[in-house]
T-cell receptor
């Protein structure tokens, strides 16, 4: 069975600090996809990034960067120079490609609060 | 505008009174899914559909039904709602060329069952 663990329930930082959100996953499939979504206080869910299991390149998008390591089954998300607008709940998610194709598993989420 | 719509956005009902939450997408997506969000539990998948007339159970399907008669619509049916189904519900869709593309989510339906 697939599983996603976001061990950090809540994180609080001061603006301009860097912060890393951890995501550890479990799957038996060799082909799978990992995602990060953001849920700001307004409640909508916004896609941030997708990674497939064959692409371990790290990715940077502005202040956001993602570190995918298959060896440790982790897909961590770093926000550099955090801003108040980054305050949100962040979800890591996993989709498998095999017999469970179509199933999506989300972590419990990490609530990030960025204080001015 | 490409979007996923859900109706109603808010609903208060009583135990046992059948209800339907509608979900519609205008992006011609093959894949659609329903989730519920509860405090501290993240999003849990209820049902999903890979295409018209193809539906399958997610992790928490008990007490729910779905149908997919048309590509654009994927209603969630609660035949006999109970208080433990009080939750925030999200519908999502994804492109068919790869169901592993990102999901587009509706605005959510907040359901309270008294």
């Amino acid at each position: 069975a697939q599983k996603v663990t976001q061990a950090q329930t809540e994180i609080s930082v001061v603006e301009k600090e860097d912060v890393t959100l951890d995501c550890v996953y479990e799957t038996r499939d060799t082909t799978y996809y990992l995602f990060w979504y953001k849920q700001p206080p307004s409640g909508e869910l916004v896609f941030l990034i997708r990674r497939n299991s064959f692409d371990e390149q790290n990715e940077i998008s502005g202040r956001y960067s993602w570190n995918f390591q298959k060896s440790t089954s982790s897909f961590n998300f770093t926000i550099t120079a955090s801003q108040v607008v980054d305050s949100a709940v962040y979800f890591c998610a996993l989709s498998e490609a095999g017999t469970n194709a179509g199933k999506s598993t989300f972590g419990d989420g990490t609530t990030l609060t960025v204080k001015p | 505008e490409a979007q996923v719509t859900q109706n109603p956005r808010y609903l208060i009902t009583v135990t046992g009174k059948k209800l339907t939450v509608t979900c519609s997408q205008n992006m011609n997506h093959e894949y659609m899914s329903w989730y519920r969000q509860d405090p501290g539990l993240g999003l849990r998948q209820i049902y999903y559909s890979m295409n018209v007339e193809v539906t399958d159970k997610g992790d928490v399907p008990e007490g729910y039904k779905v149908s997919r008669k048309e590509k654009r619509n994927f209603p969630l049916i609660l035949e006999s709602p109970s208080p433990n189904q009080t939750s925030l519900y999200f519908c999502a869709s994804s492109t068919g060329d790869s169901i592993y593309n990102e999901q587009f989510f509706g605005p959510g339906t907040r359901l309270t069952v008294l």
